[in-house]
C-alpha cells in the first residue's frame, strides 16, 4: 500500500511580532526580511505537511485595517480555490486577530481549514512562543476534522473559533481565550475537536460569495461615566455609516449619550449596542433613559455576545452586502 500523501497547505505571512526583530535596545522592530525566520522552522512544519509560504506583508497586528482585509481576503480565495491546496495557515499580529479573523469568518467561501496564528514573542527571542504555535497551526490545518468549522485560531495548543477568540492579556504566553472555551487542543498525541460553531460561517455565510473590494465606514463610541454624544456626532460627520456601541453591563448607556443614539437610530443610523463587558449579552433589559430597552425601542440592534470589535466587523460587512438595511437585525441574530 503507498505512503498516504501529506496535505499541502499555504502559509500566509502578514507580519507580526512572530517575525519581528529586537534592536539593540531590546525594542520589537519590523524585520527587513521576515519570511526568512520562517524558514529555519519549515523543517518541523514539513513533518506535518506540504507547506508552501508566501508573504503577503510584513505589518504589525496594528496595522491590519479594512484596506488590507479585503485585499487579504481576496488573495485567500484564490489560494484555498486551488485544488493543488488542501488549507492555509496565516500569521499576524496579536493585536490584528480578533477582527481579521471574523471578517474572514465571515467572508470566505470555503469549507477548506483556514487557520490563524500569532505569537507574543519573535521566532529569534528566547523561549519564544512561536515555533510551536506555528507547528500547531498547521498540525491543525492538515487535519481533515478542521474543515467547515469556518475560520480557526490557535495558540498555546488551544483551538478557538474566530468569532468567538479575544484577547485577554497584553503579554502573557497565553494571551487568547474564548467565551465559551476553545473548540479543542492540541497536545503530543493529536488534535482533538469537541465542538463547532453553530452560527453561520464561511461557506455557509451569505457574504461569503459577495463582491468585496472597499468597506464602509463604522466607528465604534465608548460608554462612560458621563458620556454624551458628541464623540458620536463627530463620528457622523467625519462619514460614519454606522456607529457601534461598546456600551456598559447589558447594554446601557448615559442618559445623554442615549439621547444622542436614540436620535440617530430613528431617523434610520445602524446603531448596533455591544458590551465592554468581557463575557454575557447585550441585551434590552433596562427601561429608562439611556437604558437598553428604550435604546432598542428607538431601533438599535443589540449585538448578542459579540465583542464591539466584532460587531463592528459584522456591521461593516452587513452594510456593504446587504440590500436592505432591514435585515441588519436578522443578521445579527444569525451571525
Known sequence: MGKQRRPRLRLVLTGGTCLMDQDENGSLVLAAKGNERIREVLPALERWA???VEEFSNVPGEWL?????????????????SPGVDGAVMVLGTDGLEETSYFLHLTIPTRKPLVLTASLRGLGESGSDAPLNLVDAVRVAATPQAGGKGVLAVMNGKIYSAREVRKTDTQAAAP???????????????VFFYREPLRRHTHS??????PLSTLPR????????????????????????????AALGS??????LGEVLMRIASRGVPVVVSTQVGNGRASPIYRYPGGGKDLAQ???IFADNLSPLKARVLLMVALQCLPSRRDLARVFAEY
Open 50 to 52: 506540504e507547506v508552501e
Open 65 to 81: 485595517g479594512p484596506s488590507i482585509w479585503v485585499r487579504l481576503r481576496t488573495r485567500l480565495v484564490e489560494i484555498l480555490s
Open 176 to 190: 487568547f481565550s474564548g467565551e465559551f472555551g476553545p473548540l479543542g487542543l492540541v497536545d503530543r498525541e493529536g
Open 205 to 210: 455565510s451569505e457574504f461569503a460569495s459577495a
Open 218 to 245: 463604522v466607528d465604534l463610541c465608548c460608554a462612560y461615566a458621563g458620556a454624551d454624544g458628541a464623540l458620536v456626532e463627530a463620528a457622523l460627520a467625519a462619514g460614519a455609516e454606522g456607529i457601534v456601541v
Open 251 to 256: 447594554g446601557n448607556v448615559s442618559q445623554e
Open 298 to 300: 428607538a431601533g438599535c
